[in-house]
């Protein structure tokens, strides 16, 4: 199974839009296995967004990013990272498909509700970034046989 790294961004959090967010990635079949809310600061947005650091936008993402808290999410599931960044749709908001997230939920390019990794190797370090080992739990979901097929656990 992978995992990858999903922020609820101040946005969502702002509009009490967290818990729906998070409910589309449940509703989907995604596992947590880590959540925590944490308060972001200059240090690890400039590590986050480093591909980003160049862009014109870049000190307004790290302003609206740590304008309030965000909510940290490790989830796992076969083909996670795939699976969630398609959940999410495309960065502008206005342009996302509708059933996702951002194309139901958001209006905008920056304020577009979630982070989601974009890549396996991209999300194995971010989960590194927000979550210590011991924060991530192993668990076994009770209808994972109804989620999954045999063959394809
Ligand atoms: P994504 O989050 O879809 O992977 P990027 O990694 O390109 O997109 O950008 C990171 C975040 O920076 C976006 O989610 C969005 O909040 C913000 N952002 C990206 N492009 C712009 C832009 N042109 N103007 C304002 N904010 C932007």
Redesign the pocket.
């Known amino acids: 199974m992978e995992r990858t790294l999903i922020l609820i ?1 101040p946005d969502a959090i702002a509009r009490g839009l967290a818990g729906a967010v998070l409910g589309r990635f449940e509703q989907k079949g995604l596992k947590i296995a880590g959540i925590k809310m944490m308060q972001l600061d200059d240090a690890i947005l400039k590590e986050h ?1 480093s ?2 650091a160049s ?1 014109p ?1 870049f000190p ?2 790290a302003e ?2 740590s304008r309030l808290p965000v909510i940290a999410l490790c989830l796992e599931g076969l083909e996670a990272v795939e699976v969630c ?1 398609r959940l ?1 749709g ?3 908001s206005r342009k996302a498909d509708p059933g996702t997230i951002r194309g139901d939920l958001g209006m ?5 509700l979630v ?2 990794s ?1 890549s396996v190797e991209t999300a194995s370090v971010e989960v590194a970034r927000f979550f210590k080992a011991e924060e991530l739990q192993a668990y076994e979901p009770a209808l994972i046989n109804y989620l999954y097929a045999a063959d394809e656990r």
């Open positions: 961004k967004y591909h980003l862009k936008f307004t993402i609206f990013m960044r999410c495309v960065t502008n905008s390019m920056q304020a577009n982070h989601a974009d």
